[in-house]
Structures are given as C-alpha cells and as structure tokens.
C-alpha cells in the first residue's frame, strides 16, 4: 500500500447518516495524524476532522457535534461517522496523513433535500 484508501461514500437523504473508513499505510499510520477533508464541487478543500495519534479529536465549526472521528491502530484505519447530514456536506472526502502528501484517491458523498 502506497496511499490511503477510503470506502463508504453514497447517497443520503439529510437528516442520513454514513460511515467512512480509510486504511492508511502501515507504517505511517501509528505515529501520524490522520485527517479528512471535504471539498465541495468547485471550492477548495477543507480539514473537518483529524485525530492525533494519541487520539485527541479537533473538528471544524459546521460539523461540530454531528461527526466523530475515531481511529483503530490495531486495523490502521481512521473512521469519520457522519450523522445529521446536510445539503452541504455534498462533496467528496478524502483522507490524508498527517500534513504530508499522502492523500487518499476520495469517496464521495451526496446529501439530498
């Protein structure tokens, strides 16, 4: 494995919930950060949640409260549960390690009205 790799994207309703995953590089994974951002069509991408590897959680305002970040060192994977969502949320979520350039390839989120 070279990159991280995310699942779990789809279709929803607002007011849904998803789950996403991402299985990181073995040997990255335990001493990083994970993160994940979310970039709307056409905007730039943004952190919305990260977990440091002792697993302090950070969240930005407008999902504060309806997402959870979590990671399992045992799996090397960092999830995102993702409940409450909105219209807003559409976007694709990718998945990064720490501040470097290993970012996942995305999953994709749609949140309709």
């Known amino acids: 494995q070279v990159q991280p790799v995310e699942s779990g994207g789809g279709l929803v309703q607002a007011g849904g919930s998803l789950r996403l995953s991402c299985v990181a590089p073995?040997?990255?994974?335990?001493?990083?950060?994970m993160g994940w951002y979310h970039q709307a069509p056409g905007k730039q991408r943004v952190l919305v949640a990260s977990?440091?590897?002792?697993?302090?959680?950070n969240y930005e305002e407008s999902v504060k409260g309806r997402f959870t970040i979590s990671r399992d060192n045992a799996k090397n994977t960092v999830y995102l549960q993702m409940n409450s969502l909105k219209p807003e949320d559409t976007g694709v979520y990718y998945c990064?390690?720490?501040?470097?350039?290993?970012w996942g390839q995305g999953t994709q989120v749609i949140v309709s009205s």
């Open positions: 073995v040997w990255s994974f335990r001493i990083n950060d």
């Open positions: 990064r390690v720490g501040r470097s350039d290993l």
């Open positions: 977990i440091s590897s002792s697993g302090i959680a």
